[in-house]
Structure formats: C-alpha cells, structure tokens
C-alpha cells in the first residue's frame, strides 16, 4: 500500500543511458556518408583514452560517447574527430541567455546543404545533357556541331571532375588515408579510373583505346541526383522531430507580484526568455499563448490543446489546482500558473531528450549490417581487381565476340583525322575490362546499409512521439516484435486507480461505522495509495475528523500500521492480519469472501490485536480496458493479470476482461512481482514478457520485463524504468504502440533486405555475368544510378512508415 520511493528504484533494463561513474558526451559529426563511416567515425571515438562506448546514428549525423566520467575532454574528442575528416562539434546545453532555436537552427542547417547540393547538381545536370546529347550520336549535331567534338567532350568530364565532382574526391581521398575508405572513395575511384583512361585515348590515339568521358559525367550525375532526393527524404523523416523541437516555448510573461488585485496589471508582467524561468515564479499565459513550462494553475480558467503531449484534439478543461505543461496551447482563457518544472526537467524537455536518445539506439539486426559495413570497401575493392583480372587475362579469350555499348571513337578517315561519337563500339579488351571493374566500384553501396535501420528508427519513434507513445529505440522495437504475453498490473492500470468505499461492516460493539473509517484514515494518512486515498475521501465526505496518528510502518502490498490515540491499529489484508497473529472469525472470513468474490478489495481493521471491521473498496475498469485486452488476443498474445489484490478480486476484474484464470497471478505483493515476471521468462516458458504498469510499485517489474510499457502517471519512474511510455495513459495505446513497433521493425528489415539485396544483385551484373550469354552489361553510369537509387529507396520506405495508423 505504499508508493516505491524514485531513490530506492534501480534498473536493471538496458534503456539505462549511463552508470553513476560514467557522462554521456553528444556530438554533432559531419561528413558521414555511408555506413562505412559510420563504422570509421565508431573506431576513432573508442581509440580515444576513457571512451567505453559510441553509438553513431548517420541519419541524424550524431554520435553518442559514453566515458568514465571526469577523463575525456570532449572538446578535444571533437577536434581530433574533426582532424580524421569529420567535422565535428560538442552539443551543449542552451544556456539561460542563449536564444537560439534548436528547431530553426536544425532546419537551417539542412536547408543550407540542400542549398549547396541542389546548385552542385544543377552544373551536374547541365553537363549530363550536354555529354548525353552527343553521346546519342548526330542528334543536335546540325545546330551545335561542337557536341560532336571530343575535345569538348573532354572539357565537360574535366569541369564536372572540378566542380560538382572535387568534393567527393577530396573525401574519398581522406577516407582512404585514414585507412577507413568509404563510399565517396569508391565513386572517386571509378570517376578518376574513366576519365583518366579516356584521357590517354584522347592524347595517344596511336594506342587503339577508345574515350568514353561521357561516363564519369553520368556518375557524378546520378550520384549527385541520388544524394539530393536522399537528403530531401531524410529530412521528411526527420520532421516529426524537428516539429517536436519547434514547440519548445521561447518567452514567458513573469508576473512581478502574484498579488490577486494585479494580476492583470500590465505594470506588474514583464516577458523573459522561458529558459529563465525558476520553480515557484508566477506567469501570465493569455489565450494563444503556449504555456512556458510545466506548472499549476492558480487563478483563471481555460481550455487546454494538450494534442501535442498526448495526440488527443479534444481541449481540456483547466482551472485553479489543475496542471499544466509546458508546449501545450492555451485557448480559451486567460490564466496564471505557478511554475513547478523548467528547463530541461519540463515534460517536454524530457519527452525531446528521450526520442533524440531512442532514435540513436541500434537495433540488434544491425550490427549485421554494421560488421560487413566495416570491411565492405576492400570487399568491393576486390571484387573489383578480380573482375578487371578475370576479363582482361580469361573473359575475353573465352568470349571474343562480346561487346559493351557506349564511348567515344577516335576515327581516321581518308588520310585526316575526324573526330565523331559512335553510340555502340567493339571496345578492346582492355577497356572492357576496365569499364566492368569501375561498374563494380560504383556499383556497391552501403549507404542503404547505413540507412537501413536509422531513418526507419527516427520515422517510427517520432510517429510515436506525435501520438503520444514514446519508444525509447531500435532494440526495443525488435523485442517488442518478438513479444508473446503481455502482463497488466490491476490496480491503477486496468482500473482507473481511483477506488471509492463501498462497504463498512463493523464486528465489535464497541466502535462504530464513523469511528471505523476515522481510524482508517488516521493510519491511512501515512501512505499514498489509491486505497489509502480512497478511505480518507469517504473521511472528508463524511465530515469526520481525523485523529493524529505516529509510528507509522508500512509493507507494500500487505497493509499499514500506526499508533491512533494510543491505540495499536492494523490495516491490510488477511495476510498482514495472520502476521501479527489477529484471529479471524470463519464467519469473517465468508464475508470478505463474498465481498471480494464481487470484486471488491477487502481491507481488515484491527484495533489493540482485534479484529473490529471490515472496510471494503471498489475500483472500476478503464473504459478502454476491455477494447485493450480483446485486440490484444486478436494479435495473437497472451495476456495475463498480475496484482497483490486478493484471488477473489482478482478473479471478478479477469472474467468481466474475457481473462482466463489460468492468466491471473494474484496477491502478488510488489516486492515479488519481478521475479513472477522473471518465472515466465525462465527456460521452462521462455515467454517474451511485456509488463505494463503505472511506472511506480511496478518499476523492478517493468524493468525485469522484456519489454516495460509504463502509463504516463508515473513519469519521472516511468521516463527511467519502462521502454514504452504511454503519454495519454490510455490502455489502447498499449496495442498502438505494439502494432507501431512491428510495423516500424518490419519496415526496418525491409530495408536491409533491400540494401543486401541491391549489392547481391547489382555487383554479378556489374561484373558481367550476363555478357557472354545475353549481351548485358551494367556500365558505370547505370552502376551509378543504381547505386544511387538503393539509398534513395531505402529512405523513401522509411518514410512510408509514416502512412501507418494504428
């Protein structure tokens, strides 16, 4: 009967960020392009001394470091960082005179790059028309004769090399000095291969090669393309976020005197930035305005858009004494609150740390992707050298007669030199052998690995976010698609939590039904419980004084006891009773029986060492309770009753909930209720446990469990201990977040299925495969729009996600 104090929780869920001895250090890292740097970028950060662990999220650009705290200068973690190639910064917390906005500075920021991408592909295309145009052949030849003129040809490969090309050059360069090679490095590769080899035609014809400049134009193109629509679907899936961040208040309006007489008196509000708000400070909130931070309301009444905290339109009502919170919108009324939460202890502060945290969680699946990221690059190097060495030395003794479409011929003609395109050529061996292996470089991506799983996490989790369900990441979304029971507390969390007296049934003559419930309350006036809470109300409904009582000592889920007036009073169940050796009538006993058989909660009060009453308590089912319990079995899931409340009690919620008695596991006190989940999931069982509570008595059972849904009434527990919180404190919510869970896991592994899948497929055809027998070759610049098209898709899924409503 007593709330689990915050202090003594300790989690054991791997949701927990840090230890006591370690700090979490944020960077913002640049640069990234694909999952090799990413694996590059992870490598770095743990060489540095008191590094223990680094998590890189590349759709978000972020890296999470935690180090013993106290060893690493995260200045200069950043700078070394920055120093390999990836431009680094430390994210720092807002201080209270800094007024930027993380939200625009964010979208700023995206929009500068989409900028500056948009302007590079815009010479990129240019000089793909130009080069395309003649490499169709005599096709605008009469009105620009210069497009058959090779030397002009040369002159755009050049300018598109310098210009759009110079940046991914320069990185794959740096990529492969610092030993971690990337994808920037393998376009380079092929970009630099074709134009140089064409190069070498052009200047020595004498040597039989043929040109093909048109084809480090078109790769640079695709890929420039690619990058572009890329960047465009990442921040479409990153939007949910950002709009998150945009609802953080920037001023508030502090009232001077919280005098009553002047509150409205525009001489006694001054506007402030919200981040120098205090607890205590009274403020001034006017129809429009969003509240600053979280508070409670103390004069005016209002209507409330709580939409953004819970995903529920429907304004709500407040007036003196109710709560407020911070980003939520007044509508109605003029009010003032009195700030109880600012910065970032705000709800909303809490809610934006704990989705930017989940969307830089992996999920298990990836480290898959993760590990052949690492080596990728030299795989593709390879296979690349070993296509080169097998056509050139094996491919084209077997296959004479094979040809590759494309290139620019050096011609003679009638003792001059006449430069013209042919659109097809027999190409010599090698440079067919030299097109197949730059087809190979450009080819393989892993880009799309390295998106894989990110966009799919930060679609998924700010979905979430805007409905009210807050998913803290990647590895609680594949547990959660593995789930197969889902265990519900009773008191609280399928009842409303809000119990009221029923039944006062008196056994000794000498203490009456108002003198029973007097004691009660006195005992009761030591705890917080909705049973406790429930006997002092029926005390103030009935007008009765409650005595002082001392020596309170309580056991959670047994009972209380306490000193009233010099008298030694008990109040629990028959349990607590038997322990403090209370006889208990078979009479009694049938009556508690029949009370609880009708899903009342029993509690027994003894007065001195003598049972004198009985005072029984009922709490009524959520009304979504049943809707709940009924799609979670049409999903296919077990669901089970887990309470410390009495068998009969239990039984009589379980069967109006369709719950068989199998399911219910009853006068569980708190205490056990971590190792009843833990049976389940022992070897005998091996059940994938979801636990859903109120975040408070249930924390070690949340935590133990696979997965811990905890409602929003117990938010600091909740926000600490469980891995799905449920903002609306809805029951529903529970199947939502489960069936949003799935469907963003499923979309993950659709992705990687499609970037294994492209490199699966994509390099054979690269290589030639299809050469000999179909006459089917992936060139480079089709190489590269493939390429680019398999990141391009990847995210373009992800953000699919989005069309999902549970």
């Given amino acids: 009967m007593q709330l689990i104090p915050k202090t003594e929780i300790v989690s054991e869920s791997p949701t927990t960020p840090t230890t006591l001895d370690s700090e979490k250090i944020i960077l913002d890292v640049g640069g990234m392009k694909c999952a090799g740097c990413v694996k590059a970028v992870e490598k770095q950060l743990l060489q540095y001394p008191g590094v223990k662990s680094v998590c890189v999220n590349l759709a978000t650009e972020v890296a999470v470091v935690e180090a013993e705290r106290g060893t690493v200068d995260a200045e200069a973690l950043a700078q070394k960082l920055t120093e390999t190639g990836f431009p680094s910064e430390l994210r720092r917390n807002k201080n209270a005179g800094d007024k930027s906005d993380p939200a625009r500075n964010s979208a700023t920021k995206q929009r500068q790059e989409i900028q500056?991408?948009?302007?590079?592909?815009?010479?990129?295309?240019?000089?793909?028309?130009?080069?395309?145009?003649?490499?169709?052949?005599?096709?605008?030849?009469?009105?620009?004769?210069?497009?058959?003129?090779?030397?002009?040809h040369c002159g755009l490969a050049t300018v598109a090399i310098i210009v759009p090309g110079r940046h991914i050059l320069i990185e794959g360069w740096q990529g492969w000095r610092r030993g971690a090679p990337n994808m920037n490095t393998l376009i380079g590769l092929g970009v630099l291969t074709a134009?140089?080899?064409?190069?070498?035609?052009?200047?020595?014809?004498?040597?039989?090669?043929?040109?093909?400049?048109?084809?480090?134009?078109?790769?640079?193109?695709?890929?420039?393309?690619?990058?572009?629509?890329?960047?465009?679907?990442?921040?479409?899936?990153?939007?949910?976020?950002?709009?998150?961040?945009?609802?953080?208040?920037?001023?508030?309006?502090?009232?001077?005197?919280?005098?009553?007489?002047?509150?409205?008196?525009?001489?006694?509000?001054?506007?402030?930035?919200?981040?120098?708000?205090?607890?205590?400070?009274?403020?001034?909130?006017?129809?429009?305005?969003?509240?600053?931070?979280?508070?409670?309301?103390?004069?005016?009444?209002?209507?409330?858009?709580?939409?953004?905290?819970?995903?529920?339109?429907?304004?709500?009502?407040?007036?003196?004494?109710?709560?407020?919170?911070?980003?939520?919108?007044?509508?109605?009324?003029?009010?003032a609150i009195q700030s109880t939460r600012t910065g970032d202890d705000t709800t909303l502060a809490q809610i934006v740390a704990l989705v930017e945290a989940a969307q830089t969680r992996k999920a298990p699946v990836q480290k898959l992707a993760d590990r052949v990221a690492g080596y990728f690059t030299y795989g593709v190097l390879t296979a690349s050298c070993l296509t080169f060495a097998f056509w050139y030395l094996l491919g084209t003794?077997?296959?004479?007669?094979?040809?590759?479409?494309?290139?620019?011929?050096?011609?003679?003609?009638?003792?001059?030199?006449?430069?013209?395109?042919?659109?097809?050529?027999?190409?010599?061996?090698?440079?067919?052998?030299?097109?197949?292996?730059?087809?190979?470089?450009?080819?393989?991506?892993?880009?799309?690995?390295?998106?894989?799983?990110?966009?799919?996490?930060?679609?998924?989790?700010?979905?979430?976010?805007?409905?009210?369900?807050?998913?803290?990441?990647?590895?609680?979304?594949?547990k959660v698609h593995k789930l197969d029971t889902v265990v519900f507390d009773k008191t609280g969390t399928l009842t409303t939590g809000k119990p009221t007296v029923t039944d006062c049934i008196v056994l000794v003559e000498s203490v009456s039904?108002?003198?029973?419930?007097?004691?009660?309350?006195?005992?009761?006036?030591?705890?917080?419980?909705?049973?406790?809470?429930?006997?002092?109300?029926?005390?103030?409904?009935?007008?009765?004084?409650?005595p002082n009582a001392v020596e309170f000592h309580t056991e959670p889920g047994l009972g209380v006891s306490a000193v009233v007036e010099g008298k030694n009073v008990l109040l629990g169940n028959w349990e607590w009773l038997n322990y403090h050796q209370v006889n208990i009538h078979?009479?009694?006993?049938?009556?508690?029986?029949?009370?609880?058989?009708?899903?009342?909660?029993?509690?027994?009060?003894?007065?001195?060492?003598?049972?004198?009453?009985?005072?029984a308590v009922s709490d009524t089912l959520r009304p979504d309770a049943q809707i709940a319990v009924d799609k979670l079995h049409q999903m296919g899931l077990r669901v089970m009753l887990l309470s410390g409340d009495r068998p009969e009690a239990v039984q009589a919620i379980a069967k109006q909930l369709g719950i068989n008695n199998d399911d219910i596991m009853a006068g569980i006190p708190p205490a056990q209720k971590a190792a009843t989940i833990q049976s389940l999931q022992s070897e005998k069982t091996k059940s994938v446990v979801a636990m859903v509570g109120d975040?408070?008595?249930?924390?070690?059972?949340?935590?133990?469990?696979?997965?811990?849904?905890?409602?929003?009434?117990?938010?600091?527990?909740?926000?600490?201990?469980?891995?799905?919180?449920?903002?609306?404190?809805?029951?529903?919510?529970?199947?939502?977040?489960?069936?949003?869970?799935?469907?963003?896991?499923?979309?993950?592994?659709?992705?990687?299925?499609?970037?294994?899948?492209?490199?699966?497929?994509?390099?054979?055809?690269?290589?030639?495969?299809?050469?000999?027998?179909?006459?089917?070759?992936l060139g480079p610049s089709s190489a590269a729009a493939l390429m680019a098209f398999s990141s391009v898709s990847v995210v373009t899924n992800s953000i699919l996600l989005r069309r999902f409503a549970p």
């Fill in 513 to 546: 039904p108002s003198s029973l419930i007097q004691l009660a309350a006195a005992v009761e006036s030591g705890t917080y419980h909705p049973l406790s809470t429930a006997i002092q109300q029926e005390a103030k409904f009935q007008e009765l004084t409650i």
């Fill in 695 to 777: 975040g408070i008595n249930d924390a070690p059972a949340l935590s133990q469990a696979d997965v811990g849904i905890a409602l929003h009434s117990g938010t600091d527990v909740a926000m600490e201990t469980a891995e799905i919180i449920l903002m609306r404190n809805s029951l529903t919510d529970v199947v939502k977040s489960i069936q949003l869970s799935r469907a963003t896991f499923n979309t993950i592994r659709q992705n990687l299925f499609w970037a294994f899948a492209y490199n699966t497929i994509g390099i054979p055809l690269a290589a030639g495969v299809l050469l000999p027998s179909w006459g089917f070759n």
């Fill in 195 to 335: 134009y140089t080899a064409s190069l070498v035609a052009l200047l020595f014809p004498q040597m039989g090669w043929e040109c093909f400049f048109d084809e480090p134009v078109m790769m640079l193109g695709f890929i420039l393309l690619g990058r572009t629509l890329e960047r465009q679907a990442r921040g479409r899936a990153a939007s949910a976020f950002r709009q998150l961040l945009a609802l953080k208040p920037q001023t508030a309006r502090l009232i001077i005197s919280p005098d009553p007489e002047k509150l409205i008196s525009g001489a006694n509000i001054i506007e402030i930035p919200a981040e120098q708000v205090r607890v205590g400070e009274w403020l001034q909130v006017l129809p429009g305005d969003k509240v600053p931070v979280d508070g409670e309301v103390r004069f005016g009444q209002t209507t409330v858009d709580e939409s953004m905290l819970t995903g529920e339109v429907v304004p709500v009502m407040k007036q003196p004494g109710d709560t407020v919170t911070g980003g939520t919108l007044n509508q109605s009324g003029a009010i």
């Fill in 116 to 152: 500056g991408t948009i302007r590079q592909l815009v010479v990129a295309i240019l000089l793909l028309v130009l080069s395309g145009i003649g490499h169709v052949g005599d096709l605008g030849s009469s009105i620009f004769p210069f497009l058959n003129n090779i030397w002009f």
């Fill in 586 to 615: 078979d009479k009694v006993h049938q009556q508690g029986h029949k009370l609880a058989k009708a899903g009342k909660t029993v509690i027994g009060v003894a007065v001195d060492g003598t049972l004198s009453g009985l005072i």
């Fill in 397 to 478: 003794q077997l296959w004479p007669d094979v040809a590759i479409s494309g290139g620019m011929e050096m011609a003679h003609d009638m003792g001059h030199t006449a430069q013209h395109l042919l659109p097809h050529t027999q190409y010599s061996e090698l440079l067919i052998s030299l097109k197949l292996a730059i087809a190979v470089m450009v080819v393989a991506c892993p880009c799309a690995l390295g998106l894989a799983t990110p966009t799919a996490i930060l679609v998924g989790t700010g979905m979430g976010a805007e409905r009210g369900l807050l998913i803290k990441g990647g590895d609680v979304l594949e």
